[in-house]
């Protein structure tokens, strides 16, 4: 007798394929178009991520006195990085920001020393990091000296300045109140350091977007030839635009001396880089002409996170040179990447 055959199974339909490509584009179009056309707001996520994940895996991360530390800890960067912004705006670059924070915060403790006074100090320290920013102007717009080579010379002047006038030794002898730049907190909560930061910024966007200043930094980095051809007195405003970085790098001095209750001449080493890692990760361009004063800070803020976390952890210092040297190579390709990206 012949087997009949068993009727075939009844089969399901397949399931169709998985697109992978396509979700993979739903999920990249909107974040290539965060990173091209607001990466202030990329990197805002990215230092909310830093305090998420170094918030799981430290209970001490996440705490209010800590994370005011790390504002204090970004003050300094911070307060150099806004000038620095402008310079870079300026398709410029100012390596002296370092050499000028230590020579502005020996000329402080020095006239204080002196028994001048907590205002003559201050006022001493600003004058000194104006004339060194207008020096390097001068070197820059009269001279014609590459931004690079002016500033690189301008930061061995204003070293050799700051070891000469102190002999090489450090200030103690500073003014009763002086502290405070640098220790006090407002309310007992607030840190005075975070306060002068945040005004400061204030101040630096209204330059940068409600004056004329801010539009001819923009306009001197986007096309300098064309700024030139309209009238702009091009010399005229990269000795300003310089000036404001040596200021603020002053100011950041100040508020160095403060906390370590000194003049140090040898202070502010590899800040230059700190700077303008803050300022290109905030996606400043390196080639002028783009940038957000706010990013910069951020920039700021995820440095010293980054610092401030690997500490927690335990982390050996030496290690942090290496990610902050890692981060700006990132941040430099990450700018040219959206720079090819726009056909620019």
């Not at 397949?14 to 490509?21: K, S």
């Not at 830093?50 to 800590?66: A, D, E, G, K, Q």
């Not at 000469?164 to 005075?192: C, H, K, M, N």
């Amino acid at each position: 007798m012949a087997v009949r055959d068993a009727p075939p199974r009844a089969q399901r339909p397949e399931a169709p394929p998985i697109d992978r490509g396509r979700l993979g584009r739903r999920f990249w179009g909107p974040l290539r178009d965060v990173i091209l056309d607001n990466p202030a707001v990329f990197m805002a996520g990215i230092l909310l991520a830093m305090w998420l994940i170094l918030s799981r895996l430290s209970p001490h991360f996440f705490t209010v006195n800590n994370l005011f530390e790390i504002t204090v800890q970004a003050a300094v960067i911070a307060l150099i990085a806004i000038g620095q912004t402008f310079v870079i705006l300026s398709a410029g670059i100012d390596l002296s920001v370092g050499a000028v924070l230590a020579a502005a915060a020996v000329t402080a403790s020095l006239v204080m020393e002196s028994g001048y006074g907590l205002t003559a100090g201050i006022a001493a320290a600003l004058l000194c990091g104006a004339a060194f920013g207008a020096a390097n102007g001068v070197a820059i717009g009269v001279l014609g000296i590459p931004p690079f080579v002016a500033t690189l010379g301008m930061m061995g002047i204003a070293r050799g300045y700051a070891l000469i006038v102190t002999s090489g030794i450090p200030v103690f002898t500073l003014a009763e109140g002086f502290e405070v730049l640098g220790q006090g907190r407002v309310a007992d909560v607030v840190p005075v350091p975070t306060l002068i930061t945040l005004a400061l910024y204030v101040l630096g966007f209204v330059i940068l977007s409600r004056t004329r200043l801010g539009r001819y930094t923009y306009a001197i980095g986007s096309n300098l030839q064309a700024t030139t051809f309209s009238g702009v007195n091009v010399t005229r405003y990269l000795i300003v635009i310089y000036s404001v970085s040596g200021i603020t790098a002053a100011v950041a001095g100040l508020i160095e001396a403060s906390r370590i209750g000194s003049g140090q001449p040898a202070s502010g080493v590899g800040y230059e880089l700190d700077s303008i890692t803050a300022v290109v990760i905030g996606g400043t361009s390196l080639f002028g002409g783009q940038g957000n004063l706010f990013a910069s800070l951020i920039g700021a803020l995820i440095i010293a996170t980054l610092r401030n976390g690997l500490n927690v952890l335990g982390v050996f210092a030496f290690w942090q040179m290496v990610a902050i040297g890692a981060i700006l190579i990132a941040a430099v390709y990450l700018d040219r990447w959206r720079r090819r990206s726009r056909g620019e």
